[in-house]
């Protein structure tokens, strides 16, 4: 591997390649790489070479199947290859965002037994049985926005009268909700009327944007398009409650598109819930729902894929005081009619006998019996006949002393029984103003979601920073993507250099065999086929696809 030639040693200084023909065998032309070069005389020099077996036997051997690891690709589209890379991708950082509106406006609502709508009229009719959102509900819901002050005036006024006619106990429970999920209930299960209300929100894609720098100004736009797939750049969804999920932009069936699309449920109902699923996400073209709008027509459509849905549950329950005095007080109402009627017969015994005591006084007071008091005790009684005899005139003065007889007699257990039973009234008045405000219902709920106004889905842009981006970004620029399927390398798949690499590399042609097996060992290697030598080196250029950006 070594030829001597008729020039001085210091004009082969710059040169490393050699091209020679045996033209006494053939006229093959061989390539070589110069390895070294060696003074002979002062006008001759030995050149060392080793052949360059790639372009020697370049048109005379054709690659065929073989596995490929790498290789820069024909295509570079948006959701195109997905293989993993492996490679680090340091942290990933939160980038645009967007949600809808509604969210920060709230509703007061209060689950009772009783129709809410005839509270205000002194009827508390149990309510009857409807559906919210397609959820049967025995109770109603009675709901005040928070427009101001006037939502607590309006809650303290339904649940005190509640208070007032002791229904707390039918008071069920009371909790916020946004207002947009507020609904009616319905009385038939109908979804113009009862199904779940919903809406649909936009979200941009982040094609075509740059990768931001960590706490630097700027950002870096990649070259090749991959870094636009899971991991490098995804969408993450939230709740506000600490719940995420996490959605790969290349699994949503639009790849033309600039937007993917969300369809955001909420189930009105005593334990609200708000869901997000994404449309036509994890779905291929061929998945459709029969929807029949018409039973002569059928219609097909895409629908929302709910296995990937994020919840919103855990909205704020409140709990609200109770004027146990006036609970109280509303109980008494009802039931002291029957304390004093019960005291009345439980004491007919003693006014029995405080009668008996009064008649047997006037008796006392003639020989003969008295007729019933029915005038003034001032009055004298006009004379009577008795058993054919004329009775003596008996004064008013002389009855009422016999009457207080009587009454001192045969009335003072009774007077004193009553006295007692007053008093014990009085004393459970006086103590029930002593009872502490009730408390109903609980808090729950993430409160401080709720009150930051963080509660919400919130659609959030997430790439890998800039610096990784770049730096991952040349590594694809000079090495493609890895494949990993069987193929046939393509030499000429970009514009200006194609790298590839195999594992179990394959020819066919007429080249010595060890040269043959040095080829295979390159390309297992890996080995960058350039177009253009005086390009050789410029990873400047633009080498996306043939009609690419």
């Not at 210091?10 to 020679?20: G, P």
């Not at 002062?42 to 080793?50: D, E, L, P, R």
């Not at 002291?336 to 017969?345: D, K, Q, T, W």
């Amino acid at each position: 591997n070594a030829v001597s030639v008729e020039l001085p040693v210091d004009k082969l200084y710059d040169c490393n390649y050699i091209m020679f023909q045996n033209t006494a065998f053939g006229d093959k032309w061989f390539f070589g790489f110069i390895t070294s070069v060696n003074y002979v005389s002062n006008t001759v020099s030995s050149v060392t070479y080793t052949i360059d077996v790639l372009q020697t036997w370049h048109f005379d051997y054709q690659p065929t199947t073989c596995f490929i690891e790498r290789q820069h690709t024909e295509t570079d589209n948006y959701g195109e290859h997905l293989i993993d890379e492996g490679i680090d991708i340091g942290e990933t950082l939160s980038g645009r965002y967007t949600f809808g509106d509604g969210w920060d406006e709230y509703s007061v609502c209060v689950v009772t037994a009783f129709d809410k709508d005839k509270v205000g009229h002194d009827d508390f009719t149990p309510a009857n049985g409807g559906y919210y959102s397609l959820l049967y509900c025995g109770l109603d819901i009675a709901v005040f926005p928070v427009n101001g002050a006037s939502v607590f005036d309006n809650v303290d006024a339904f649940l005190n009268k509640i208070t007032s006619e002791n229904r707390t106990s039918s008071v069920v429970g009371l909790f916020m909700c946004p207002s947009m999920m507020v609904q009616e209930k319905g009385s038939e299960i109908l979804p113009d009327y009862s199904a779940p209300t919903s809406r649909m929100i936009s979200v941009f894609k982040p094609y075509d944007f740059g990768f931001s720098y960590a706490n630097k100004p700027g950002s870096y736009m990649p070259k090749n398009k991959k870094l636009f797939n899971y991991p490098y750049c995804s969408l993450m969804v939230t709740n506000g409650d600490g719940d995420t999920k996490t959605y790969k932009w290349e699994n949503f069936n639009s790849p033309t598109d600039s937007a993917v699309f969300f369809q955001e449920s909420f189930i009105f109902s005593p334990s609200p819930v708000a869901a997000t699923a994404p449309l036509e996400y994890g779905q291929n073209e061929d998945y459709r729902v029969k929807v029949l709008t018409d039973p002569l027509q059928e219609r097909f459509h895409l629908v929302a894929n709910n296995d990937e849905a994020l919840l919103m549950n855990d909205f704020p329950t409140c709990a609200y005081a109770v004027d146990s005095y006036r609970a109280w007080l509303a109980q008494k109402k009802a039931s002291l009619p029957y304390e004093i009627a019960g005291h009345y017969l439980g004491n007919a015994g003693l006014r029995s006998q405080a009668n008996m005591a009064s008649m047997n006084a006037l008796r006392n007071t003639s020989p003969y019996a008295p007729m019933p008091f029915e005038n003034d005790l001032m009055q004298e009684f006009p004379q009577q006949m008795i058993g054919g005899s004329v009775s003596p005139r008996i004064t008013g003065r002389q009855l009422g002393a016999a009457a207080k007889a009587g009454l001192a007699a045969g009335g003072a257990a009774m007077a004193v029984d009553t006295a007692g039973f007053v008093l014990d009234q009085m004393k459970q008045f006086e103590m029930a103003k002593l009872i502490p405000e009730g408390i109903n219902g609980t808090i729950s709920g993430n409160g401080y979601s709720t009150a930051m106004r963080l509660k919400r889905f919130t659609y959030t842009q997430r790439s890998i920073k800039g610096e990784y981006a770049k730096m991952i970004d040349d590594y694809f620029t000079m090495f493609g993507y890895k494949i990993n399927r069987m193929g046939v390398p393509n030499r000429k798949a970009r514009p200006h250099w194609t790298f590839i690499k195999t594992t179990n590399f394959q020819l066919i042609g007429s080249i010595p065999a060890d040269d043959a097996q040095t080829i295979a060992d390159l390309y297992n290697a890996g080995i960058t086929w350039w177009r253009n030598g005086d390009e050789i080196g410029n990873y400047n250029l633009n080498n996306s696809p043939v009609g690419g950006v």
